[in-house]
């Protein structure tokens, strides 16, 4: 009898566990109720435009005309230019020619035609070049 006994048990035994609720997962958003069309917005009211000729007045001390020396003259010309037009010629020369540093930009290689506006300086920044040309102009 024993063993009828233990055999009624079992099955009471083997009861299966009662399954947890699973874990809420958060729900992802669902897009709003789509409303009427929104309303649409009013244009910002334009603000009053500004003086038509109201463009930048070049500074009268860069655009004077001024002579290069000899030197300078030998890469930019000889005819009397403004300091602006003098740079832009300079960078020019210098692009054409392929004088710029490789490595670092901002340095200029002068050959012997700036060796003389350079005072000699063989490597020259584009800071210092500026300095330098504006003791050949008058």
């Known amino acids: 009898m024993a063993t009828a006994k233990k055999a009624a048990k079992k099955p009471a035994a083997k009861k299966p566990a009662a399954k947890k609720p699973a874990a809420k997962k958060p729900a992802a958003k669902k897009p709003a109720a789509k409303k009427a069309a929104p309303a649409k917005k009013k244009p910002a009211a334009k603000k009053p435009a500004k003086k038509a000729a ?48 490789a490595i670092n930009r901002r340095l200029i290689n002068a050959d012997e035609k700036l060796k003389a506006v350079f005072g000699g300086k063989g490597k020259v920044s584009m800071f210092e070049m500026t300095k330098l040309v504006s003791n050949h102009l008058k």
Do not use: H
């Open 54 to 101: 109201a463009k930048r007045k070049p500074n009268a001390a860069f655009m004077k005309a001024m002579t290069p020396s000899a030197a300078l003259a030998a890469v930019v010309g000889a005819m009397p230019m403004p300091r602006t037009e003098v740079t832009k010629k300079i960078w020019d020369y210098i692009k054409k020619n392929k004088l710029q540093d």
